[in-house]
């Protein structure tokens, strides 16, 4: 194989892995702030960008507006997901936690159905199709698109995160909830935000893959790969995520060039395994203390 | 004391002996895959519920016992169901025991992803085996033989299953008396606290999956016989969360719970399928509600009840 075709493979790679980075990092951004596995992460993204879609057909909206409805959407989601439904399970066990959010994935797949059926339909996409020819280099538009839009996003997180009071509240929640809240910080107004800072992030990943894979009602199973990279990058720690997901994104596409097809969709999850026997905690992860 | 103890499982055991003659023929075969998935359930809750190991991927136990058993009883047809279903059940015991080790390393969310993994990539290989699996295309499963007797009905094939299911049920029951029990007691209190009193905790964790394992091969085994056929498909991802919906819901750490989990699940599913696209819509709810309103479990809040 010439190195012009590996390039391409390898950014194609790292386009899918932004996506799962950005899943990943949604994942992690409401793990952090409360502690729980959001099994409707997926299902979120993929209901916003129906939303968005169903806006734009009926309305016609250009693209950047589309993409604005759907990070809205997804905010309204998050606060109302929390308000009227984690706010009540406060206190509860987290598996009793994980069992609500696999209920809502349940719901909002289903109500996905009933509402624009469980068909796959075209998604209009930001970038052009023609390849970009870097000397020998060919490479899709989209996957340079969904790079930079992604790196951009991430470096938007980073500022939050970094300089803004609630980024420092969030922080200080994930670090320890109670000397938060004798900070005066309200750890209830950090779950809220959590919660839509995590489906806005989320619904930016639908919009940018939609196009790729089609909008679909199954589009939500991306949270497994989401998942699958925070696990890897280790769970709780933000470049982490990143690191994970485009590491998968790359040995998947990677995968299918050097290895039979019998185990081709296994490949994630034996690198997956192989990681952990070495590093339980992930690549960048810590190993939590356990005091008594 | 001792009387009004034996009453509830006594009456339970009555109900399943005279439930094919007073249930319709579907709901016998329903009964079958309620204890199927009750004993699965058991198997779950001795791992996730006693060890704090949750795994995610117990439909990929379920599925090495259901396929060991249905190519034994195909390539040796002579082979007594009995020993068939040992066979499902040591062979998934030795996976799960060959699984655990390395998972002893392993905490939290990065367990609950390798088991996951392990799921996958066992649907994956059963696919890919085609010469033993006859992969996507599926194995039917000829009927469980014991000496002259053939389970080809319904019927023998629920007593099949009632029958294993209360030994097994019976053997979880009583193993919180023996060493192994309360070492598992030990370990779900507190796992530094049971190290600190002496208690090998590696040791009976892998224990516990090889265990659970075999808890899940032998319903495996079991499941192979009841529906009569078997596709990789039928073991995917959801239905290792299904798995975990039964032990939660009914309660984590309680033999009463798996069972009533797993039933509680089942005749769900089966329910709702009437309502067709509404019935995830419809089953999503009943989960959300079933936290809100009874936090850790059916038998969590039936304790709660009863000390009132």
């Keep these: 194989m010439t190195t012009a075709a590996l390039v391409h493979v390898v950014v194609s790679g790292l386009a899918t892995g932004s996506i799962y980075a950005l899943m990943a990092l949604s994942l992690v951004i409401i793990y952090n702030a409360t502690r729980t596995l959001n099994f409707a992460q997926g299902e979120m993204l993929m209901v916003s960008t129906f939303v968005a879609w169903a806006a734009q057909r009926a309305l016609g909206l250009p693209l950047p507006v589309t993409l604005v409805v759907a990070v809205a959407a997804a905010g309204l989601m998050g606060w109302l997901v929390e308000r009227v439904v984690i706010r009540r399970a406060i206190g509860a066990t987290h598996w009793d936690v994980l069992i609500i959010t696999l209920g809502l994935s349940l719901m909002l797949r289903a109500g996905a159905g009933i509402a624009w059926t469980h068909d796959e339909f075209p998604f209009p996409s930001f970038f052009g199709t023609r390849p970009l020819a870097l000397g020998p280099v060919r490479l899709a538009p989209v996957s340079l698109g969904i790079i930079a839009a992604s790196l951009g996003l991430m470096a938007m997180l980073y500022a939050l995160f970094t300089w803004t009071r609630l980024g420092r509240a969030m922080r200080a929640v994930a670090q320890n909830q109670r000397a938060a809240r004798l900070m005066g910080i309200s750890v209830e107004r950090v779950y809220s935000r959590a919660w839509m800072l995590a489906a806005m992030v989320g619904a930016v990943a639908g919009v940018l893959v939609a196009p790729v894979v089609f909008l679909s009602s199954k589009m939500g199973l991306i949270v497994i790969n989401g998942f699958t990279a925070a696990v890897i990058g280790g769970f709780g720690s933000m470049p982490g995520a990143v690191a994970g997901g485009m590491l998968l994104g790359v040995v998947e596409n990677l995968a299918p060039l050097y290895l039979p097809s019998g185990i081709r969709y296994s490949v994630p999850f034996l690198v997956l395994t192989a990681i952990l026997l070495v590093r339980p905690a992930g690549l960048l992860g810590r190993v939590e203390q356990r005091k008594v | ?308």
């Excluded at chain 2, 002579?78 to 025991?97: E, F, K, N, R, S």
């Excluded at chain 2, 029990?181 to 090998?200: D, H, M, N």
């Excluded at chain 2, 798995?243 to 709702?272: C, N």
């Excluded at chain 2, 509404?278 to 039936?302: E, H, Q, S």
């Design chain 2, 1 to 308: 004391m001792t009387v009004r103890r034996a009453l509830l499982p006594g009456a339970l055991l009555v109900l399943l002996a005279v439930w094919p003659w007073v249930a319709p023929r579907y709901f016998v075969f329903l009964a079958s895959v309620v204890l199927v998935n009750a004993i699965v359930a058991l198997g779950l809750n001795l791992l996730s519920g006693y060890t704090n190991q949750l795994s995610f991927g117990h439909a990929g136990f379920f599925a090495i016992g259901a396929y060991t058993a249905a190519v034994l009883t195909l390539r040796a047809p002579g082979v007594p169901v009995l020993v068939t279903l040992a066979v499902a059940g040591a062979l998934t015991a030795l996976v799960g025991l060959a699984f655990g080790v390395p998972c002893l390393r392993l905490g939290g969310l990065y367990l609950t992803m390798a088991t996951l993994a392990f799921g996958f990539v066992i649907a994956e290989i059963l696919l890919n085996l085609d010469t033993l699996t006859n992969g996507a295309d599926g194995l039917r499963v000829p009927p469980a033989r014991l000496g002259a007797l053939a389970f080809a009905t319904d019927t023998s094939r629920y007593y099949l299953t009632a029958a294993v299911a209360t030994v097994l049920v019976a053997a979880a029951v009583n193993l919180v008396g023996t060493r192994t029990g309360r070492a598992f007691l030990a370990i779900r209190e507190s796992e530094i606290a049971a190290q600190a009193s002496g208690v090998p905790v590696a040791a009976y964790k892998t224990l516990a999956f090889g265990l659970s394992a075999f808890y899940t091969g032998v319903a495996g085994g079991l499941f192979a016989f009841v529906v009569g056929f078997l596709s990789p498909d039928a073991f995917d991802v959801f239905l290792s969360v299904d798995f975990v919906v039964m032990i939660i819901v009914g309660g984590l750490g309680s033999v009463p719970g798996s069972i009533l989990g797993a039933t509680i699940v089942t005749v769900l599913h089966d329910g709702l399928a009437a309502f067709q696209n509404y019935r995830p819509l419809i089953f999503g709810a009943i989960l959300i509600a079933c936290m809100l309103f009874m936090p850790g479990g059916v038998t969590a809040a039936w304790s709660r009840v009863a000390r009132r």
